[in-house]
């Protein structure tokens, strides 16, 4: 039924977004694990859903806009996002893929060869293809920075509009650092098996310690590596077949369930919502913390138990061309999907308010989510056929010659840093005539320039053999 299909299909069906997706549905490999692209779609949507749900701004009875948050308005609703923060099921696909692709650049090298470059090559083309998506959208928020305080818009508030726009990049930063590490982490799986990933459960637990009692904020951050990495282990797991046993992934789900529930509900030693509370005393994502990482624990012993069911239910080529056509445009939703919010805000805003005026949480407000959620797509749409091609815009690392380590490190290190600040401080200035900070902006352009491809890097090299 397939092959006719794929026969008799209109040049207009094969042109279309999903007649594409179709061939590409059909050219992937029988033994491609399906139920690993699924996950990387259904854990960006869910993050995406989550954000539009609890940003709840609104007008008070003074006139003036609020920027309400939900999981501080209702309490209740905190417990909503261990169903929505499933950041960690990235990592755990970001540590299958990586173990894959880095196995296969491992097989691929020849007597002779030194391992040390086919790794600058393997990953400079790593950081390409998660970093291509996000050179539009800085742009556009630093165009716009710069035309709004040129307007007089108060800068606080442009701050806050560019904050909220891009604070999805800090999540890239952190994943490039983990992707960084693939060749040692992959080892020490290799070699330790889940003691490498204990150990690191083991540190993310003193870490929290040490900062529970002594307050030591800097230290922190460390769980930044402890917590992701130790995700992205179990990815590895996944992959060699340690969880082969559904009855381990069952008892897995429910003993880091069961501990997750021990230390937030009954011990109360970290906070229930997994992301970040206005006012709250802590928080459970920046930086991450024991109680994440159980609830990444908890996930994985879940999307594991549900593979075999998942797999089966893939193979009907709708829902697999489904689950291409969505990867082929996830990162582009993931990084604009904030921008559409903003947008829709903006525009009711200056339509008098209308929306706006219904509280966070009341009945109204409920009923009317659907409504806010459809112009958040249609305004999203857009943005995903003029941007989603740059997910698929990857050329040649400098024509193909390896790339200097050193200009790796340094590359690497100005993109994550760039990427960190955007999400940490804004791209928006407080001072200075632009309302810009130009160098947080030019960071991730310059490191990947150093990299070997990126606007700056096409630029310079336009008409050179």
Known sequence: ??????????????????????????????????????????????????????????????????????????????????????????????????????????????????????????????????????????????????????????????????????????????????????????????????????????????????????????LHFANFLFVWVGIHQLGYAWLDGAFKDTKLRIAWFIASLAGLIALTAILDLYPIAMIGVPGAEMTNSMPPTLALLLLGMAQTGLVLALEPMGRRWLENINFWTATVLMNGMIMTVYLWHLTAFVLVMVAAWMAGGIGLDMFPGTASWWWSRPIWFALYILTLLPMIAVFAKHERSFGPIRGGRTVPKARVVFGVAMICIGLAMTAAISIASPEGISGVRIWVVALPFVGAALLGFGPIYRMFTAGKG
């Not at 692209?37 to 806009?65: E, Q, T």
């Not at 983990?178 to 690191?200: D, E, H, K, Q, Y």
């Open 1 to 218: 039924m397939t092959d006719q299909t794929a026969e008799t299909a209109t040049p207009k069906t094969r042109n279309s977004l999903w007649g594409k997706a179709r061939e590409m549905a059909e050219l992937a490999p029988r033994e491609r694990n399906r139920w690993v692209d699924f996950l990387r779609a259904l854990s960006i949507f869910a993050v995406v859903i989550g954000h539009w749900l609890v940003a709840a701004p609104y007008i008070d009875g003074a006139g003036d806009i609020q920027g309400g948050h939900l999981l501080g308005i209702l309490p209740w609703s905190q417990w909503l996002t261990w169903g929505f923060q499933v950041m960690p099921i990235f990592f755990l696909v970001g540590g299958y893929s990586n173990g894959v692709s880095w196995g296969a650049q491992l097989r691929k090298v020849e007597d002779g060869e030194r391992p040390l470059g086919l790794y600058r090559d393997w990953f400079a083309s790593r950081v390409q293809r998660l970093i291509n998506p996000v050179f539009p959208v800085l742009l556009l928020w630093a165009v716009l920075a710069l035309i709004l305080t040129q307007f007089g818009i108060a800068r606080e508030t442009v701050k806050m509009a560019t904050q909220l726009a891009l604070v999805p990049v800090w999540f890239l930063a952190v994943y490039l650092l983990v992707t960084a590490i693939t060749p040692l982490s992959l080892w020490a799986w290799r070699r330790f098996g889940f003691r490498s990933f204990f150990l690191l459960l083991a540190a993310a637990a003193f870490t929290d310690r040490f900062f529970l009692l002594e307050g030591s904020s800097f």
